[in-house]
Nanobody, 124 residues
Framework: QVVLVESGGGLVQAGDSLRLSCATSGRTISNYILGWFRQAPGKEREQVAAISRTGLNIGYLGSTKGRFTISRDNAKNTVYLQMSKLEPEDTAVYYC?????????????????WGQGTQVTVSS
């Protein structure tokens, strides 16, 4: 069992930056791929970024590439999502998740554990 707790969401203006954190506990987090997803009202949950167990492999959703940066600190059992140049279209609930399978994870069902989510709202 892996427990994930997101923090750092909030209301910001377009162009601002925000850093999300996801603290994990339970099983050794270095055994898991970690990812960030988001879900806007009326839309499907989409993967924003993923990072491999060692951090050597990283993938991003096309619309966030160059603006978002995922990182992890296995010693602190934490994964981060640094978001810059935020746009109103980035408004969503953001979730972190852990996957025990192989790289790259491509869909929601590839992930085994989920956090409760944190709301990010970007005003224009």
């Amino acid at each position: 069992q892996v427990v994930l707790v997101e923090s750092g969401g909030g209301l910001v203006q377009a162009g601002d930056s925000l850093r999300l954190s996801c603290a994990t506990s339970g099983r050794t987090i270095s055994n898991y791929i970690l990812g960030w997803f988001r879900q806007a009202p009326g839309k499907e949950r989409e993967q924003v970024a993923a990072i491999s167990r060692t951090g050597l492999n990283i993938g991003y959703l096309g619309s966030t590439k160059g603006r978002f940066t995922i990182s992890r600190d296995n010693a602190k059992n934490t994964v981060y999502l640094q978001m810059s140049k935020l746009e109103p279209e980035d408004t969503a609930v953001y979730y972190c998740a852990a996957a025990g399978g192989s790289w790259p994870p491509r869909k929601v069902s590839d992930y085994d554990y989920w956090g409760q989510g944190t709301q990010v709202t970007v005003s224009s």
